[in-house]
């Protein structure tokens, strides 16, 4: 996700009358891409939470002072103990994983030298039901946030596709967005943005524009398979 995109949840939730007090994001990777630092830098509290060493160092370089924001070190899975992850570029992703961005966009190969050991927990643990703007990009273990998560927040900007990538727990995510009362908002080129209806309201015009993305990105999907099979079979 670039900045002008990472910028754009801002821009939206702002147009709509949208403040938060308690925004969270759970995998930060690099802290000048947050994708909730304009929230940071309006005095917003805010829990970022991050496993990745390397990364760490910098967040707290740059956000280390703000009496606003808090750092958690960890991954999100789906128990509490050590996970390992595997690093390729701006891709930090559990190495158990048959499917993340790395792998099938770039057709990454994991290899032992890419991998190092964390703590992880269940997202519960860390929730106090408070947070109402959540953004996860976990590199396909996003489901694992929502699957322990305490708080309903208004808004998730959560990473669901990309080129040929789709999550591998759509199916899940999907089903508790509906569960839980939650309507698409919009779609940019990596993530889906959702939004609890009784705190914004998406407009019929909003609604058709995440249908015809949608609708773009699967047939893009679609384009991007067929090229990378005939590429193959050359």
Same mark, same amino acid.
């Given at each position: ?6 910028? !754009?949840?801002? +821009? ?19 802290? !000048?891409?947050?994708? %909730? ?10 829990? /970022?939470?991050?496993?990745? &060493? %390397?990364? *760490? ?5 740059? $956000? ?11 991954? %999100? ?12 570029? #701006? ?14 966009? @770039? ?8 991998? $190092? ?5 269940? $997202? ?9 703007? +959540?953004? %996860? @990009? ?7 946030? +929502?699957?322990?998560? /305490? =708080?309903? &927040? ?8 990309? #080129?040929?990538?789709?999550? &591998? ?5 999907? #089903? ?15 993530? =889906? ?20 993305? =949608? #609708?773009? +990105?699967?047939?893009?999907? *679609? ?10 079979? =050359?």
């Amino acid at each position: 996700m670039d900045f002008e995109e990472q910028k !754009e949840l801002y +821009l939206r939730l702002e147009a709509k009358g949208f403040t938060p007090t308690h925004v969270a994001e759970v995998g930060v990777y690099l802290p !000048e891409t947050s994708n %909730v630092i304009d929230y940071i830098r309006a005095g917003v509290r805010a829990t /970022l939470v991050e496993p990745d &060493p %390397v990364s *760490l160092e910098k967040i707290h370089a740059m $956000f280390g002072d703000l009496p606003n924001v808090s750092v958690v070190e960890v991954a %999100v899975y789906d128990r509490v103990g050590q996970i390992t992850l595997s690093q390729r570029d #701006a891709s930090t992703f559990v190495s158990d994983l048959e499917a993340s961005p790395a792998i099938v966009n @770039d057709g990454y190969e994991q290899a032992e030298e890419d991998q $190092f050991t964390v703590d992880c927990t269940t $997202f519960d643990k860390i929730d106090d039901e408070s947070i109402d703007l +959540l953004s %996860v @990009d976990t590199e396909g273990s996003e489901w694992y946030v +929502l699957e322990t998560m /305490l =708080s309903r &927040p208004r808004v998730i900007s959560i990473e669901t596709h990309g #080129a040929r990538y789709v999550n &591998p727990h759509i199916d899940k995510i999907q #089903a508790w967005m509906r569960d839980n009362g939650y309507t698409i908002f919009y779609k940019n080129r990596t993530d =889906s943005v959702y939004v609890r209806p009784d705190a914004i309201t998406v407009s019929p015009l909003e609604r058709v524009g995440a249908m015809f993305k =949608s #609708a773009w +990105l699967t047939a893009r999907r *679609l384009r991007k398979e067929l090229q990378a099979k005939l590429a193959g079979g =050359s």
